[in-house]
């Protein structure tokens, strides 16, 4: 009977010592995953974060420029008393001041942490706003 009962103690000790290391293990794997998949994630992020603040500081150069060039236009299109012309061109900066709008808009994305493929959506749609603005530019200069 004390052989039995001893048998059965070693037996539950060695079983709960086992079941520990494994749950210890267990635990361990799991720390190394989620510490993983964070790390990895927050890498990622960082990059397309890059990618996105460049393309950013790329579409206000490209905006800087354009804005520099429409206030040349303005002068030579005031100096014109044409009616038409100057509507015309105040139609053309209202894409400028869409333009720019869809700029704040990628910047405000950007800022405020929005995930990768909305931020890079508006940048989609702050380019071809870009396009428009200077394709608009291009059919005032036509007039002048």
């Known amino acids: 009977m004390k052989r039995s009962r001893l048998r059965m103690f070693k037996l539950t000790s060695m079983t709960i010592s086992v079941m520990g290391v494994l ?3 267990a635990t361990v794997a799991l720390g ?3 510490g993983f998949t964070a790390l990895s994630s927050f890498i990622s992020a960082d990059a397309t974060s890059s990618t996105a603040n460049d393309e950013l500081a790329a579409l206000k150069s490209d ?3 354009l804005k520099a060039e429409y206030d040349t ?5 005031e100096a014109t008393n044409n009616k038409d012309l100057k509507s015309a ?4 900066e209202m894409e400028l ?3 720019d709008q869809a700029i704040t808009d990628v ?7 929005k995930p990768s493929d909305e931020v890079t959506k508006r940048i989609e749609a702050a380019k071809s706003q870009l396009e428009t603005a200077k394709s608009s530019l291009t059919s005032i200069r036509s007039q002048v």
């Open 73 to 77: 236009v303005k002068r030579e299109v």
């Open 89 to 92: 061109y105040n139609n053309a």
């Open 63 to 65: 905006y800087s420029s």
């Open 23 to 25: 749950l210890i293990v």
């Open 97 to 99: 001041i869409k333009t």
């Open 107 to 113: 910047e405000s994305a950007i800022t405020v942490g």
């Open 32 to 34: 190394a995953y989620f």
